[in-house]
């Protein structure tokens, strides 16, 4: 038997014990190897009709209505609570809206205000960044520090124990990286930064939905995450916060909203805080795209976080064992980490010439995405990907590679 139908044989092998197969008919797929949920999840099937009735009945049909009898207006933290037990949080402390970005500037802000409650007389003026990060989240953390008065200062995740002092008033991390899909020590760096006394914002927009994150367990202070890679929200659907329990009478947000208000409907001139995670509302809710993410996480009923861990490194795992069975030595290097203790849910792997090398594999049916200057990038959804789509995508890799080289 050739190595590739011994590899093919194990995928079926794999699939036909798979406990998470069934989930793939709750979306809508064709042909096409779709391994760039990391970016856009696949679009969950119930979700079309469920934005219908939105459109058609709900503003439509009861119009103002709906903000009461079709719980618009507690949507907001209605649907943070669906998200709590994928990230490891108990209800009451997540509140969806707004874009990442938005959610980051909001944590960090109020974390750099809790580490120096008193106006002028704190002394905690630096905020750690990841210096791998997402570039967005780099931008807004040097304009809060600006707003602060602090100085941001870039470090790796494995240099954050090293670099925090007496000064350091929060740390903003990835919690997986997005470029190679590094899963970095949540437990650990929360721990030492709670020991130098700061607070910890994590984004968690490569991990959640894909692994488990332990929020409460590791007494994370802040986090916020997007909803479009591994939840399935669709584009640009809104992004959460999360604010730890003890600490939400303290959450002092920069951008307070009347949604955020005790009396939002009171229509005061000064603010006075909601009470809970209700602090970081700030505006109307977007509500179409946050009722096509309340319906796209009707997919995780019944589904367990730690069975979508287990695939997720058996898929990336055999992705690595086809890649390495079937490319040329030489031709491509992973840049993700073998353990996986260690790993996300995609691999990179290094490649000359990466982005026309992309391209051809989009064209053959095989999506993933490109970053600059050379990585090939491969997410694994396992609700949705399957162990012979990862064989055929080895496959179709060693194909185009094999034609680059004789041209």
């Known amino acids: 038997m050739s190595e590739f139908a011994e590899l093919a044989a194990k995928a079926g092998a794999l699939d036909a014990a798979d406990e998470l197969a069934a989930a793939r008919k709750q979306f809508v797929l064709d042909e096409v190897v779709y391994l760039d949920g990391n970016s856009l999840g696949a679009l969950p099937a119930n979700v079309p009709g469920r934005v219908e009735d939105v459109v058609r009945r709900q503003w439509g049909g009861l119009r103002i209505r709906s903000w009461d009898e079709s719980g618009w207006w507690t949507a907001p933290e209605r649907i943070g609570d669906r998200i709590a037990p994928l990230v490891g949080a108990a209800p009451g402390q997540i509140v969806v809206g707004d874009s990442t970005s938005v959610n980051v500037f909001k944590a960090v802000v109020a974390a750099v205000r809790m580490a120096n409650p008193v106006v002028g007389g704190g002394g905690r003026d630096e905020i750690l960044v990841d210096a791998t990060t997402f570039p967005t989240d780099g931008y807004i953390a040097e304009s809060a520090a600006r707003m602060t008065g602090c100085a941001p200062r870039p470090v790796t995740p494995a240099q954050v124990p090293g670099a925090l002092s007496g000064r350091t008033a929060a740390v903003l991390l990835n919690h997986v990286d997005y470029r190679t899909g590094r899963l970095h020590d949540l437990p650990a760096l929360t721990a030492a930064v709670h020991a130098a006394g700061a607070y910890a914002v994590w984004d968690l927009c490569h991990s959640a939905g894909a692994l488990p994150v332990g929020l409460d367990e590791h007494g994370v202070d802040l986090a916020v995450g997007c909803t479009y890679k591994y939840l399935n929200g669709g584009p640009g659907s809104p992004a959460y916060l999360y604010v730890r329990s003890d600490l939400q009478d303290r959450f002092d947000s920069p951008l307070p909203g009347w949604n955020s208000h005790a009396e939002p409907f009171g229509m005061r001139s000064d603010f006075a805080p909601a009470a809970g995670a209700l602090r970081g509302r700030v505006g109307t809710p977007d509500i179409l795209s946050m009722l096509a993410l309340e319906a796209a996480l009707d997919v ?21 064992e086809c890649v390495g069975a079937y490319v040329p030595d030489g031709r491509v290097e992973s840049v993700t980490p073998v353990a996986h203790a260690e790993r996300g849910s995609q691999v990179a792997l290094r490649c000359e010439g990466a982005g026309d090398v992309m391209k051809a594999l989009i064209e053959r049916g095989v999506v993933g995405d490109f970053r600059h200057p050379d990585v090939l990038r491969f997410g694994f959804t396992p609700l949705y990907v399957g162990f012979a789509d990862v064989e055929r995508a080895a496959r179709v890799l060693a194909e185009v590679l094999g034609e680059a080289r004789r041209r």
């Open 300 to 320: 995780w009923e019944g589904v367990s976080i730690e069975a979508v861990r287990a695939k997720s490194l058996a898929l990336t795992d055999f992705f690595l």
